[in-house]
T-cell receptor, first 110, second 115 residues
Framework: KQEVTQIPAALSVPEGENLVLNCSFTDSAIYNLQWFRQDPGKGLTSLLL?????REQTSGRLNASLDKSSGRSTLYIAASQPGDSATYLC?????????FGKGNQVVVIP | GAGVSQSPSNKVTEKGKDVELRCDPI?????LYWYRQRLGQGLEFLIYFQGNSAPDKSGLPSDRFSAERTGESVSTLTIQRTQQEDSAVYLC?????????????FGAGSRLTVL
């Protein structure tokens, strides 16, 4: 059974600092890995998708890396802003479903 | 439509009543998922539909839960004789397939409160 773990569970940083969010998974036989953002009371918004053959993906201030052999992904958010406050979820795709971590709850302090 | 649409957005019901939640996926998406998210918890897989194949129901927590989907269109999740522990946000998502570069797109969810 695929287990997805996200560390830290929660963190607070001052505005302007870089954020580093970690995701680990136990089964490396994945199709891809997605990072999502979830705001309170709302659904999930896809941020980045890394295919299993890729090492990283970038979108604006966001960069996600994937090391499939070691079962790890890291989401970097550069120069954090208060609007980045949210819960970030990591999900790995298996044959027919996504397995999710419990999320990194981020607060960016102005 | 442009996104995954779910209704109702909020539902308050009394214990023992049946509820029906609806999901309208993105047109052309053959795969549809239902997840449940209890307060402060991660996403829990419930059921998966892929085209006309038999659905994967392995995540349904009890026989009070059922879901249907006709072809590649709307899906309904039905919870019979609701219990307080059923209170959660029920999220629907769709994609072409889970492999490669196909992004899973979520709806805004249906928040269910069982009194």
């Amino acid at each position: 059974k695929q287990e997805v773990t996200q560390i830290p569970a929660a963190l607070s940083v001052p505005e302007g600092e870089n954020l580093v969010l970690n995701c680990s998974f136990t089964d490396s036989a994945i199709y891809n890995l997605q990072w999502f953002r979830q705001d309170p009371g709302k659904g999930l918004t896809s941020l980045l998708l890394i295919q299993s053959s890729q090492r990283e993906q970038t979108s604006g201030r966001l960069n996600a890396s994937l090391d499939k052999s070691s079962g790890r992904s890291t989401l970097y958010i550069a120069a954090s802003q208060p609007g980045d406050s949210a819960t970030y979820l990591c999900a790995v795709s298996l044959s027919n479903r996504l397995a999710f971590g419990k999320g990194n709850q981020v607060v960016v302090i102005p | 439509g442009a996104g995954v649409s779910q209704s109702p957005s909020n539902k308050v019901t009394e214990k023992g009543k049946d509820v029906e939640l609806r999901c309208d996926p993105i047109s052309g998406h053959t795969a549809l998922y239902w997840y449940r998210q209890r307060l402060g918890q991660g996403l829990e897989f419930l059921i998966y539909f892929q085209g006309n194949s038999a659905p994967d129901k392995s995540g349904l927590p009890s026989d009070r839960f059922s879901a249907e989907r006709t072809g590649e269109s709307v899906s309904t999740l039905t919870i019979q004789r609701t219990q307080q522990e059923d209170s959660a946000v029920y999220l629907c998502a769709s994609t072409v397939t889970l492999s490669g570069a196909n992004v899973l797109t979520f709806g805004a969810g249906s928040r269910l409160t069982v009194l």
